[in-house]
């Protein structure tokens, strides 16, 4: 709790990044929650007992040309969603899952220009301020992103982001339920993979990090079995081309981050020297997994 809002974004806890049952909300959903739970959280009073908040109904708009319906419509989605969070507990250590709502109520102004008040459960309260994992959110990125898996891939990577380790495999159906993808959804590969494709397409423009997502098979033809994701952190001018593509409008984004992404590759890598004990890059890394395993040549 001691932590604040920086340029680095708002420190959310892991147990609110990686909720389990979140499928039903939508990109501007998922939002909406984190400008929300940013308000409370730089209020103090996320722990007190019965809190209240009001925040300004334009505060919420992740567009100029939003309507107080489709906000209404959101407001409602985040009240009606019924959430796992696995936490352990501090009295006993054991590993518990808490099921409850993201929000308690909603008091929605019926002016345009008016104010927001809400509440959190509040048995969900100090499961959050005792968190000992954070990933910093920024709600610029968050807002200016398309698609729901794509917050959810950036804000994977941000919890991640400070870890030694800079790559790490998920069974497939963790790393689906992490991405709050729908059961049933998308269940042939390729289709899965073209999720992946774009969620990543916009985590690689928008954020501070770039990504890789790679599936894992057996062979071909056979079922992912596993998701291998890789992160580091952009510098000089792939930072500087984020920066520029967030003061972008968000029309024809998906056009600009392909062909932004199309001139990446036709760059070829620099080769890594001869006597390298490791490589250089988390692609790099991926690269050589693969290579040990027989994938390519």
């Given amino acids: 709790m001691s932590q604040t809002t920086n340029a680095a974004g708002f420190p959310k806890p892991a147990e609110l990044i990686e909720i389990m049952g979140a499928s039903a909300l939508e990109a501007q959903d998922r939002a909406v929650l984190?400008?929300?739970?940013?308000?409370?959280?730089?209020?103090?009073?996320?722990?007190?007992?019965?809190?209240?908040?009001?925040?300004?109904t334009?505060?919420?708009?992740?567009?100029?040309h939003e309507s107080?319906?489709?906000?209404?419509?959101?407001?409602?989605?985040l009240m009606q969603v019924v959430v796992q969070v696995p936490y352990a507990d501090q009295a006993t250590g054991d590993a518990r899952v808490l099921s409850?709502?993201?929000?308690?109520?909603?008091?929605?102004?019926?002016?345009?220009?008016?104010?927001?008040?809400?509440?959190?459960?509040?048995?969900?309260?100090?499961?959050?301020?005792?968190?000992?994992?954070?990933?910093?959110?920024k709600a610029a990125t968050v807002c200016a992103m398309t698609s729901k898996y794509a917050i959810a891939l950036y804000e994977m990577v941000q919890l991640r982001g400070g870890m030694d380790r800079c790559v790490e495999t998920f069974p497939v159906d963790r790393f689906r339920e992490l991405m709050s993808v729908p059961k049933g959804a998308y269940p042939a590969g390729k289709d899965f993979v073209r999720v992946?494709?774009?969620?990543?397409?916009?985590?690689?423009?928008?954020?501070?990090?770039?990504?890789?997502?790679?599936?894992?098979?057996?062979?071909?033809?056979?079922?992912?079995?596993a998701v291998t994701?890789?992160?580091?952190?952009?510098?000089?001018?792939?930072?500087?081309?984020?920066?520029?593509?967030?003061?972008?409008?968000?029309?024809?984004?998906r056009a600009r981050l392909k062909a932004a992404a199309a001139e990446v590759q036709a760059v070829p890598p620099p080769k890594p020297p001869r006597r390298a004990k490791a490589p250089a890059t988390p692609a790099q890394q991926l690269d050589l997994v693969d290579a040990i395993e027989g994938k390519r040549p």
């Avoid at 994701?229 to 984004?253: D, I, V, Y």
């Fill in 34 to 56: 984190n400008v929300l739970y940013q308000h409370a959280h730089d209020s103090g009073h996320l722990t007190k007992p019965g809190a209240k908040w009001e925040i300004p």
């Fill in 58 to 64: 334009v505060a919420l708009r992740t567009s100029r």
């Fill in 68 to 77: 107080n319906d489709r906000l209404q419509d959101t407001l409602l989605r």
């Fill in 100 to 137: 409850t709502h993201l929000f308690r109520f909603f008091d929605r102004s019926t002016k345009g220009t008016g104010t927001v008040r809400f509440g959190i459960p509040e048995e969900l309260g100090p499961v959050l301020a005792v968190s000992g994992r954070w990933g910093r959110i």
């Fill in 196 to 225: 992946l494709d774009a969620a990543a397409l916009e985590v690689n423009g928008l954020s501070d990090y770039s990504v890789q997502v790679q599936v894992v098979r057996k062979h071909s033809k056979a079922p992912i079995t």
């Fill in 229 to 253: 994701l890789a992160w580091w952190r952009k510098e000089s001018n792939a930072f500087r081309a984020t920066q520029r593509e967030m003061q972008e409008p968000k029309l024809g984004r």
